[in-house]
């Protein structure tokens, strides 16, 4: 006899919601098994004590699961356990490596659960990688670790110390005596370079170029990546950048590459950049967009690149929202 687990969540109290989670958790296991519905024995759920509007094993009845036992049980109600969720066992007469299913969010991104989630977003400037991470670190109550911030802060360094940016040494030599440091302050990243927050000046235009060119330089990357990778490993996170999914993380649990047409991710940073006070010409700032895609997806180590298990996203006809929904469906239907 074997074993398959699995829950689901709910996002209220209510018998077709019920009904609506117990088909799809049944269904998506029977599935992910090849399963048939007369090779199950009996089928035990538990639900949490929130949930009142109707037994999980009726619901798995009226879906068609008729031949096996069902039992429905309540849960205890557990301080910080995850709320609204189903979960089951399903005992099975049939030789099987078991593949559990967990949905809409039951595993992994429940904050009582220490399971470690990395989550990469690469893509080219300003197809909306940053507020897209931003707004999936806030829901899933995880760390949101913008990369290009550390290539821009190096960038900034090395200006400052008057270094030539193209020529590796020069920005070696400017960036021996770095002090760069991440902090968090309500969720909020703050960029600091030899102990000054820098947050703010590194999204200047002048910048952002800088930037792409020093991160040509592998030494540059080699570090900064270390980092990156340091950061990743203590806790669960968001992380936007180029590499991340390719080279940085390429375990990472979920990998997306957002794109955007030139014209609409000129017209996001555009506008970004006039709501901050700068004057910046329009076709200019495309042209710079452009160059500097083009700088990032040519050059030798961790090129910007589409990783080829990440999902693919075109955001230039989509609201951050969309995005953001997107991305958590596409999750949600793999844990
Ligand atoms: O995401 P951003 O615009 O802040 O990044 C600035 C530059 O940093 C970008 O043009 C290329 C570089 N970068 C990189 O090479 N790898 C990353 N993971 C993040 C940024």
Known sequence: ??????????????????????????GQIANKNTLLKDEIVSIVFSSTSDIHSYYPAKA????????????SSQEPDIEGGLPLCIRVMIFVEKNLDPRHVYLRGAKGLRKDVAQKINIAIDGPAGSGKS??????????????????????ACALKALEEGADIDDERQV???LRDLKLDIEY????????????????TIREPRVSMAASTVSKHASVR????????????????????????????????????????PEVRAKRRYDELTAKGYSVDFAELKEEIVKRDEQDANRALAPLKQAEDAVLVDTSEMTVEEVVAELKKRMQERI
């Open 1 to 26: 006899m074997i074993v398959i687990r699995g829950a689901t969540t709910i996002p209220k109290d209510d018998k077709e919601e019920i009904r609506k989670a117990v088909a799809e958790l049944l």
């Open 131 to 152: 507020t897209v991470a931003k707004a999936i670190a806030r829901d899933y109550k995880i760390l949101y670790l913008d990369t290009g911030a550390m290539y821009r």
């Open 60 to 71: 798995a009845r009226e879906a068609g699961y008729e031949g096996c036992a069902l039992f």
């Open 172 to 174: 070696v030599d400017a």
């Open 222 to 261: 080699m570090r900064m990546a270390e980092k990156q990778r340091e950061i990743a490993s203590k806790m669960s996170c968001v992380l936007d950048g180029r590499d991340i999914g390719t080279f940085v993380l390429p375990d990472a649990d979920f990998k997306f590459f957002l794109t955007a047409s």
């Open 185 to 200: 302050e309500d969720g909020v990243q703050h960029t600091l370079l030899d102990g000054a927050d820098v947050s703010e």
